[in-house]
Structures are given as C-alpha cells and as structure tokens.
C-alpha cells in the first residue's frame, strides 16, 4: 500500500505560499499540468506546494517564479498578504 499523502499544511506560512502560488498560476491561465512542465518540475512537487504539504527548496521557487513570469519576491510577497488576511492561531 502506498504511503498516504499528507492532507494538512506544514505550517499557515507553507498554505500561504502554496495559495499564492495557486492564485498567480490560475491567473496565468495555466493548469498544474502546464506549469509543472513549464517550470521542469514533477506535477506531484507542484501539487504539494500548492496545498502546502511541500517545503520547496529556493531553486523550485525561483523555477515556478519563472515559469509563472513574476519574481520570487512577488510568490513571497503574495503569500505574505495572504497570512495578513488569515487570523493566527
């Protein structure tokens, strides 16, 4: 039997960025399909950046930065407001 997937966020920062990174990708129009490929990344690293299971390392950052034509600094930044948005625990 194959492991089970972790269903929960790491962390409010992790399913922040993983939301940001969602927004921007729907936005671009591109499905998680297109920017796995676009990014060279395996489409399960992308599904777990976006529901914030995953913790990317900074090149998988940079890489879905420019795939998704933005800065890391935008993904951040994104994220960042998101985390404004969302009371804290």
Known sequence: MPPRRQSEPRSPEHAALGEAVRLTRVEAGLSQ???ADAADLHITVLGDVERGVGNPEYATLVKLAR???VTP???VMRADGLMG???QP
Do not use: T
């Open 33 to 35: 399909e297109a920017l």
């Open 67 to 69: 795939a998704l034509k």
């Open 73 to 75: 600094g935008v993904l």
């Open 85 to 87: 948005a969302r009371p």
